[in-house]
């Protein structure tokens, strides 16, 4: 089988969120905006899709790296990828080479007629989920206070996620960063979901050490299950600092740059209790793989940053991660709806929490391809 | 699919080797043997495959732990094997989770109908290879003598493998082992393939600090590529103290018990140059994958054990190994001809040295069905 084409096509979506000045995301008006699929097609008739991709780089450099190519080499192809993204960053980034690795593994999944993660070896078929909120804001009823928190962690045990965790207030919103503000939210949740679910905090992500060290010692008080990325990641010495003076499981790294190099250092030196990555971390499902089993080999949990798809399928091909991030929440958002372009959503969840893996060949994207062809741009 | 029968049948096969007091093999007057090949069915009329395997481990242990499960959750049933391993260690040994495994990897890919390394994601379609000789003994025309190791090697570049490993004396044999005689081969080796041919060493396994040291220092003149196992793996601190201590690369650990777990800590410590790990050592492709994943994460080479058709599909869906082991070789023996029960050897090697991966289905097997039915025991 050789890959014949790579295309990009554009299409109209309903968004109902937006954007603050430093790119968290909070409910906005209802409008228009573009997405793009990303189809990858071979000689034999079958292709494979993934969302989010950039249609130049795509048309000017992957196209000609890939065409030709077996798509079944996948780790040749993101060797090959990896080495040209040195002198090409920019253009090269992590999310190119992910989305591009995921679409070839769901060419490869639809060629064969079997879900990806049995392809790889089935853990499981549902995972646990923990509600992840969105980030703090300032809207009536939404996120603006440590009661709207306790709130919506109420909604979300009634949803039945069996765990909760909060992004908190940032920049550009009053009064943030402020550990005081953090713990208060943390503390309302702590009081609302009792003592038995785990509950979790991805707060403000340029705090110094006092700071992070204080957040840590409040969410030892309040029992937290684990605090992600209180500091800029590229400082290793802050978290193996961090790692040493709390008892509280530090999560990470999760947007630091390296792959699974970065994360072999932060394991051997010891900072950090469980280790974090996504598909979107790291250069796709090919490279989340390899993460996931070098943080099996020291006995060290790998949660998964973020759901959709691909870490979906991560997770139900590993023992060693706990939860499903499903997100991220809002109360003036319905995450069980799903994007027009698809049947149905990535991570359907049961009423005891569990989310339960697609069936379908592939990722187990339900594509609406009627939809995108009658909206293209 | 399902799971529902586990199978062992047990044949004759025509044998040229013999094992000394120590366990070692060498060539040996032709005789028949038992061997025995394990496969697992499902309700779909598709079967794995896999040769060698304990018929009552089999029957009375495997069978009733995997009949009913989905033969794709591999990883699944991994972690279970594994986890029961733990007080049944003499039962659920190592070999008997690698056949189990390795049967599944070759079932999927049947299934599914491609070779198992494109399932994983391959890499490339051929592999270089050393010759790796058996150890010394006392044959005339054998590997008894410096000049026997070089005559072979002579022939092996003729063949044309563009790297040579010897397996030096070991006892039963009298004079072994000898740090004098090893370096004796060695260099005689060296002699006469030249400077630019890669050879490595793997020689007693029992030798002290001193010895090794001596054998690691004659192979820095020798200019040798890396030398295995020279001590009892299970002191890491051994090897800490050899790799700080010489320039030569040390290769391990490669018999030690404690699978991808143990490979960690060896990485960490800086007990080795280049990791070691074949499907017969950690119990199957599975871990070895998970394996090769984290030395990967380290920059680290992982050399592969043992050659085969899994130990081949590792090979083919990686980048960070450089060779195939192919052998064991003596001037005996034939390793072109297949065995009985194959019709055709795992590893053809063309004439530059390249052994190429096979394009059935599965783990490459191309069984002789009839032999074994004809000659069941």
Sequence with gaps: MKITDVKTTHFTVITRTERDTDGHGHPGPERENTATMLQIDTDEGVS??????????????IKPAIVGKDPFMREEIWHDLNERQRLNMGVMSD??????????????GRALDIPCYKMIGGYRDKVPAYASTMCGDDLENGLATPEDYARFAEWAMKRGYPAFKLHTWQPPYEGAPSVKNDLGACAAVRDVVGPDVPCMLDPYHYYDREAALALARGLEELDYYWMEEPMDEHSMSSYIWLTENTSLAICGPETCEGKMYVRAEWIKAGACDISRCGVGDVGGLTPLLKTIHLCESYNMRCEIHGGGFGNLTALCAMKNGEFY??????????????????????DPMDEQGFVHISQLPGLGMNINFDYIEKNKV
Tied chains: 1, 2.
């Design 325 to 346: 991030e499903r997100g991220l929440l809002h109360p003036f958002l319905d995450h069980d709806r799903p994007a027009e372009y698809l049947h149905e959503v990535a």
């Design 48 to 61: 494979g899709y993934w969302f989010g991709a950039n249609a130049s780089v795509m048309e000017t450099v």
């Design 95 to 108: 999310k190119v080479l992910c989305s591009v690795d995921l679409a070839l593994w769901d060419l490869a």
